[in-house]
């Protein structure tokens, strides 16, 4: 009995510091647990918004495919318009290189015609001045002709009249009643 008094007498301390161990232990294991918890809530509450963020991104990949094939389908089309316009423009471009060539042809032409114009011009001041210069030695001609003229009638009627005062002088002395003397005496 000694034996239990003993233990009794030791086991209510020992009891009550296995006891206090016993709930620091259980404490500890509840804080564990209680923390193990927490971790696997915050894990899990990570974990379903991963998820949803992975499906958000699943739709927007799904959109922005939809979107991308919507623009790749706008850009075949815009593609095929541009080779339709290509090929309508290729007559175009050709024309207008045949217009660039006779407008270049027209120019080179104008060119030649304006230095052959030039040319003709500077003639024509040539052939105007000579004709200029003709006309004007033409009616100096005249007008010496003219005065000549004009000189040689003055001397004509000078001669006429000698001619003339000498018939008469001559008349005076002549016997009229002959024939040639009265024609050449009274005319």
């Known amino acids: 009995m000694m034996d239990k008094i003993i233990f009794t007498s030791v086991e209510p301390s020992l009891h009550s510091r296995v006891m206090k161990h016993q709930r620091t232990k259980m404490r500890a294991i509840s804080a564990m647990v209680f923390l193990a918890l927490?971790?696997?809530?915050?894990?899990?509450?990570?974990?379903?918004?991963q998820e949803l963020n992975i499906r958000n991104l699943k739709a927007r990949i799904i959109v922005s495919g939809?979107?991308?094939?919507?623009?790749?389908?706008?850009?075949?089309?815009?593609?095929?318009?541009?080779?339709?316009?290509?090929?309508?423009?290729?007559?175009?471009?050709?024309q207008r290189d045949q217009l660039k060539k006779q407008k270049d042809g027209i120019k080179k032409g104008n060119a030649d015609s304006e230095k052959e114009l030039g040319t003709c011009n500077a003639e024509k001041g040539k052939l105007e001045k000579t004709s200029n210069e003709a006309k004007d030695a033409l009616q100096k001609l005249k007008e010496d002709q003219e005065a000549e003229r004009k000189k040689s009638e003055e001397e004509i009627e000078g001669l006429k009249r000698q001619v003339l005062e000498r018939d008469l002088r001559i008349c005076k002395y002549v016997d009229v009643s002959l024939d040639e003397p009265k024609k050449l005496c009274f005319f």
């Open 66 to 94: 939809e979107q991308l094939k919507l623009k790749e389908d706008g850009i075949m089309a815009a593609k095929v318009k541009v080779e339709e316009m290509n090929k309508q423009l290729n007559p175009l471009i050709t």
């Open 38 to 49: 927490c971790a696997l809530l915050v894990i899990i509450y990570q974990a379903v918004q």
